[in-house]
């Protein structure tokens, strides 16, 4: 085998391999072995709450019927969380991660990505819905009008007068269109 070209498959194991990737997994089986290369499968297994006991193996199981053994035997992401931990360990204390305190619902809900720069703006103590109605363009007029929430209100959360209610964060994200807990 070619010792350069490496192709790769990485099914999560979230219950049986369907047709999709089915094609994946041939056309990366395929790739590596016209280029002479090797081929290898990588079990995506570190979103615990989806993966499904015995998916991995029979997804293993099915790509075999088929004809598409690995290379090598297959990797189980989940067995290299210590590297994980090490690799974030580093990149914490060099200052390059900031916290995250969203639901996957909230993540899944959120809209755009929100950039860096506004991220660390809110890190570093700025207020949120002020800094995201900037980055948003949006005044607070249209912010009042859009949520049915007092200019005046809007303007004591953004100077910390006031401290919102459940009611009112969740309005404002829902028309900023932001996870809730960034404005927590």
């Known amino acids: ?43 995506e297994d570190v979103d615990r709450p989806r993966c499904v006991v015995g998916a991995a193996e029979e997804i293993l199981r099915q790509l075999a019927a088929c004809g598409m053994e690995p290379d090598e035997t297959p990797l189980w992401q989940s067995s290299r969380d210590d ?8 990149l914490s204390g060099a200052g390059w991660t900031y916290p995250c305190g969203c639901t996957r619902k909230e993540i899944a809900d959120g809209g755009a990505v929100i950039p860096l720069d506004v991220v660390n703006r809110i890190a570093d103590g700025e207020n949120p819905i002020r800094v995201i109605r900037e980055w948003k363009d949006i005044t607070q007029l249209y912010l009042a ?40």
């Open 1 to 43: 085998m070619g010792a350069g070209y490496i192709g790769r498959f990485a099914p999560s194991p979230t219950g049986p391999l369907h047709a999709g990737s089915l094609v994946a997994a041939l056309a990366s089986w395929l790739d590596a072995r016209a280029h002479a290369g090797r081929w290898l499968v990588r079990i």
């Open 83 to 90: 590297a994980y931990d090490r690799a974030l360990a580093h």
């Open 145 to 184: 009008h859009k949520t049915n929430i007092g200019q005046g209100y809007i303007s004591d959360l953004e100077n910390g007068r006031r401290k919102g209610t459940v009611a009112a964060l969740k309005e404002i994200a829902r028309v900023l269109d932001v996870p809730l807990g960034l404005l927590a």
